[in-house]
Each structure stands twice: as structure tokens, then as C-alpha cells.
DNA sequence: GCGGCATGGTTTGTAGTACGAATCAAACTC
DNA sequence: GAGTTTGATTCGTACTACAAACCATGCCGC
């Protein structure tokens, strides 16, 4: 992920906009709740966050070591550091990639995958706190919002970064 | 926590509660969204993304270690050492504490005023290209539900934390 | 006032994470 | 077949994070 510097203020940017620097704000100290929780979580399991975010990539798919290093934005040698160290733990594998000798695929264990179900569902209960201050209609709301911003779930476009 | 399609049964409700889910991934992406902008922003300036925050609390008050510490939720040596470069950076200063001779107060230099609020500006102009995706009354909107969800923004209680 | 205990912070050791450069094997192009 | 590119690993380095040990300061009971 290459740093990039960009001031060029946007079309509406030089407007003031207090909700635009709320929502900032919102999103930031949400960010720092939702990782408060995956670090903790990860730890209960001995594995840092990047290791939780691989695992729950990994769940229901085989992905190239290129690929999953891409998805997550690190440098292949940080990636091959991860997956040395799942696959120590006994969470992953490697395997040949059928198609590109070069290649080599990733895969989660049966341990794994277990480890990555317990965990997920304990992300899912501990966030639910927070959730569950909002009424039924209210989270509805609150996640139509962020798909919104967010965008499709698939593509991958850094926000923010000129292209 | 990347989004799936897979629905995990709930140990807690058993009933399902499809919004629930959507929401937590919804917020997961957020927060990886979020994150990924300010790494990619520390990165300009060299710093890591736990250092912004350091930047962030200390751009208007002096705080203690241990407080600035248990506000990050980082062991006291990680703080220190945290502090030690920012310091050799030139960005922040220690100094005694008034009232208790065992206490370091920490607060910014001038130069890390200046870098804090350009790196502040940017963080919110690249998040701005998400943001901007919504018309200004969802912005209030979702501004209005993640502060509702999130509680006081000076509690810091970890959320899904047993107490 | 003093000893014991607690607190605040630093130092040391260790492991994981992150990046960049170098290296090697495989694939591609001409 | 040679040159170039790609995929992945290894090595070196710095930072971050924690735990243990240590030292200075503060608090408290006697």
C-alpha cells in the first residue's frame, strides 16, 4: 500500500460540513471499538488481528498466497510470515496451485476452521452490546448506511487513494 | 472479520437475527476501511497507526503515562517505548508532574502539533470519498446512530467486556 | 520517623508484524 | 534458448506489544 499524498481539496471541500466531521469522528471511534474487540478476541486465542482476519478469508475458500496478501494490503514476505506461523499452529496449510507452478495456495485446516468459527461468534456476541443499544429498526437503518458508504463488500479500492 | 455468507448459529438468542449479523459485518468492514486509511495516511508520515493516536489525544491536553496508557489499553512499557520515539522524533516532550514525583506528564512539542492536524485533515479528506457516497441527511443520520451506539465518547469501558 | 507495601515509569528480553532487498524457481515473451 | 517477469521465501531491520525485573517515589500503619 503505497503512501500517497494528496491535498487537493475535493469539489465540496472547502464548505464547512460539522456532520462530515462527526461522521469522521463516529467511524474512527467505531474503528477502535470494533478492533478493541478483535484484538482482545484474537489474544483469548493467542492470534493478533491480522491472523483473525485471515483466518475468516480463509473459512470457505482456497486463495493464492499473491491474492490473499493483495486483499489484506501487506508485503508477501509479511504475508509468508503469517501463514508460517498458522501453519505451525496447525490452522492452515500450503498446497501446489494446479494451474501456476509458482504459485502456492492457502487453505484452512479442520482446526482451523473450527478456531475461526469459536472466534467469529464470539466477535459477533461481544460487538452485540454495542448493537444491541440500537432498537431492531435502528440497526437495519445503521447497516443499510455503512453498505452504502462502504460499497460492494467485493471490491477492494482503498478509500481514499487516487486512482 | 471479512463478511460471509455462512450464518453461524447464535448461542445467545437463538432466534436469528439476520440485521445483527449484517451489522457486525458492516461495522467490520468499517473499521478495516478506517484502518486501512490511517495506516495508509501514518505512513506518509512515518508513523505507526497507534502513534496517530498518541498524536490525536495530545493535541489539546497533557496526560500522564499510566493514563495515556490505559486509555489505548497498552501495557505501560509499550507506552513508553511509543513515547521514546516520539519524543526523538521531536514530536512530543516529557515532563515532571506537578504533584506526584513518581508521574511523567507527556504533551505535544510544536512540531507535533502542526504534523497531528495536517495528518488529522487528510485522514478526514480520504475518508471524505467514503462519506461522500452518502447525501448530507444520511450523514446526520448515520452520524446519530453511531454515536447512540457507541455511548459517551468519554467512557472508556471495552465493549463485550465481562465485568 | 520508619519499615513495608503500592505505584509510576524505565529497562531488558522475547515474539510477532511489517517492509525492503536479495534470491531462486517457474512462467512468459521474443 | 535467452532475457524478463512473476510468485514465494529468506534475511535484515525497525517497531509494537507484553511480561518480568528494577528503581524512585508515595502511602500507610505502627
Aim: aromatic share 2%; hydrophobic share 35%.
Amino acid at each position: 500500500m503505497e503512501p500517497t499524498r494528496e491535498n487537493e481539496p475535493r469539489g465540496d471541500a472547502g464548505r464547512p460540513d460539522p456532520d462530515g466531521e462527526a461522521l469522521v469522528d463516529a467511524l474512527a471511534r467505531s474503528a477502535f471499538v470494533v478492533m478493541g474487540v478483535l484484538n482482545r478476541i484474537g489474544a483469548q486465542y493467542d492470534l493478533s488481528l491480522t491472523q483473525l482476519r485471515v483466518l475468516g478469508i480463509l473459512r470457505d475458500r482456497r486463495v493464492r498466497m499473491t491474492d490473499l496478501a493483495n486483499f489484506l494490503g501487506l508485503d508477501k514476505s509479511t504475508m509468508s510470515g503469517l501463514v508460517d506461523r498458522a501453519e505451525r499452529r496447525g490452522l492452515l496449510e500450503r498446497g501446489r496451485n494446479p494451474t501456476d507452478g509458482r504459485a502456492v495456495d492457502v487453505y484452512m485446516t479442520a482446526a482451523g476452521l473450527e478456531l475461526a468459527q469459536q472466534a467469529h461468534g464470539e466477535v459477533r456476541r461481544a460487538l452485540a452490546s454495542a448493537t444491541g443499544r440500537l432498537g431492531k429498526q435502528e440497526r437495519h437503518r445503521l447497516t443499510q448506511l455503512l453498505e452504502h458508504m462502504l460499497g460492494p463488500a467485493d471490491v477492494q479500492e482503498p478509500v481514499g487513494k487516487p486512482s
